[in-house]
């Protein structure tokens, strides 16, 4: 299967500070991709597709402007947490797909901690 | 909204035994469903996927039922093993539309 790499796979960052998180497709292009954030004993939760060459679309509840999304490249997509506080703390997914209607191959998450 | 979940959050099953996770969905427009395992700490794994012109699907010690007059999608996991011990997602996608919508999850525990 295709694989997705996320880097990194867990920082810890102090209240205030940004924190960019990377996900690359490594053997395959991707137009689009996704960010997911998952808190505890919960489910994957969407936060916003990622589209090459263009804006971010956000889902509802989202803070575009905190969750900045930059998709530069067919194989790399970006997601900075800015300002973060303790309650953006959570595990943060990527996925990307090679059509639509396939299969989602899934980063390895990051595991973010902000004190 | 158009949701995805599951019946049960938890299913302890024997070792060697078969598991069945069962998953409800409302979007009647979905065509495409994914199961995913997820271990601890880790990103979502593929397991088998189903569309929407199918009632069945086989791989390798897995089976995804689906029926679509009842909106309902099952995983059957034969023989169960130890390393089959961890959260499974159903999810689901809708024809012209890349994103996957999951749902709530079932944490499978093998009993040695």
């Known amino acids: 299967g295709a694989v997705v790499s996320q880097h990194p796979s867990w920082v810890i960052c102090k209240s205030g500070t940004s924190v960019k998180i990377e996900c690359r497709s490594l053997?395959?292009?991707?137009?689009?991709m996704f960010w997911y954030r998952q808190f505890p004993k919960q489910s994957l939760m969407l936060m916003a597709t990622s589209n090459e060459g263009s804006k971010a679309t956000y889902e509802q509840g989202v803070e575009k402007d905190k969750f900045l999304i930059n998709h530069a490249s067919l194989t790399l997509s970006t997601l900075t947490v800015t300002s973060a506080h303790p309650e953006d703390s959570s595990f943060y997914i990527c996925s990307a797909q090679r059509g639509l209607g396939t299969e989602a191959f899934f980063g390895q998450g990051t595991r973010l901690t902000v004190v | 909204g158009e949701s995805v979940g599951l019946h049960l959050p938890t299913l302890s099953v024997q070792e060697g035994d078969n598991s069945i996770i069962n998953c409800a969905y409302s979007n009647s427009a979905s065509d495409y469903f994914i199961w995913y395992k997820q271990e601890s700490g880790k990103g979502p794994q593929f397991i088998i996927d189903i569309r929407s012109n199918m009632d069945k699907r086989q791989g390798q010690r897995v089976t995804v039922l689906l029926n679509k007059t009842v909106k309902h999608l099952s995983l059957q996991i034969a023989a169960t093993q130890p390393g089959d011990s961890a959260v499974y997602f159903c999810a689901e996608n809708s024809g012209g539309y890349q994103k996957v919508t999951f749902g709530t999850g079932t944490k499978l525990q093998v009993i040695p």
């Open positions: 053997d395959f292009q991707a137009t689009t």
